[in-house]
């Protein structure tokens, strides 16, 4: 079993940071793959970046290539997400999820992400 707590989401300004962070429960966090996501409102939920157990492999939607870096630290059992140049449609509810196989077993509860123009 995995909890996961999002922290960092906020009010910027478009062409602003910040720096999303998922604290992960557990002893066994380095054996899931981690991912980010996004619901904006009357949208469906869409994959943002997921990072291999290592760290090694990561993976990102064309929509933030180059603006947001994932990451993880496994001996602190935390994913981040950095995003850059931030846009008024990143604005959305930003959540972490982990998985060991093909689907994402475990979710947070969620970070708000809003960026004003």
């Known amino acids: 079993q995995v909890q996961l707590v999002e922290s960092g989401g906020g009010l910027v300004q478009a062409g602003g940071s910040l720096r999303l962070s998922c604290a992960a429960s557990g002893r066994t966090f380095s054996r899931y793959i981690m991912g980010w996501f996004r619901q904006a409102p009357g949208k469906e939920r869409e994959s943002v970046a997921r990072i291999s157990w290592s760290g090694g492999s990561t993976n990102y939607a064309d929509s933030v290539k180059g603006r947001f870096t994932i990451s993880r630290n496994n001996a602190k059992n935390t994913v981040y997400l950095q995003m850059n140049s931030l846009k008024p449609e990143d604005t959305a509810v930003y959540y972490c999820?982990?998985?060991?196989?093909?689907?994402?077993?475990?979710w947070g509860q969620g970070t708000q992400v809003t960026v004003s123009s």
């Open positions: 999820a982990a998985k060991q196989n093909l689907n994402w077993d475990y």
